[in-house]
């Protein structure tokens, strides 16, 4: 009589094959999922942006602008004595988070942070990504932000 203590290798390779078919799946549900997640994150890093632009007018007193660059799908944040020259690093959304644009912000591409922390106009900038999925942030006059 003989003690089968184990597994054959059909038994072996059916496991394995169940266990392709499922990470098969996985990864392709993942990889529609990219373009959302990295839709999240650059309206993260915007909103991250604003807030710090903001908060360094009211600490230092003085205007903060952040400059939006559609059709480069850039910003960055600046001292309104000095327009042009970038506080931090320019953002670039290209870069840092591909298949992501920044199309458009309707109350133009200057946004100004008085050292009160309230903006001159009320301005909503729309971000998408490849799938057309779009995030809309708003920067009211306020100074308050919001993803919408």
């Known amino acids: 009589m003989r003690d089968n203590k184990g597994f054959t290798i059909i038994e ?4 394995v094959a169940i266990i392709g078919i ?8 993942l990889t529609k999922q990219i373009p959302h997640y990295r ?5 993260r890093d915007l909103v991250s942006d604003l807030r710090w632009a903001r908060t360094l007018a009211i ?3 003085e205007k903060v602008n952040l400059r939006l660059d559609p059709s480069n799908d850039r910003y960055q944040v600046e001292k309104a004595l000095n327009p042009g020259t970038p506080i ?9 988070y591909p298949g992501v644009d920044l199309i458009s912000s309707s109350g133009g591409n200057l946004i100004t942070f008085e050292p009160r922390g309230t903006t001159s106009s009320w301005t909503t900038i729309k971000i998408g990504n490849s799938s057309g999925e779009e995030k809309k942030i708003t920067v009211i006059v306020t100074g308050r932000i919001k993803i919408n």
């Open 59 to 61: 600490a230092s007193g």
């Open 39 to 43: 839709l999240n994150g650059s309206v």
């Open 12 to 15: 072996l390779m059916i496991v």
């Open 88 to 96: 931090s690093r320019v953002r670039d959304l290209r870069q840092d």
């Open 22 to 29: 499922i990470a098969a799946i996985g990864f392709v549900s």
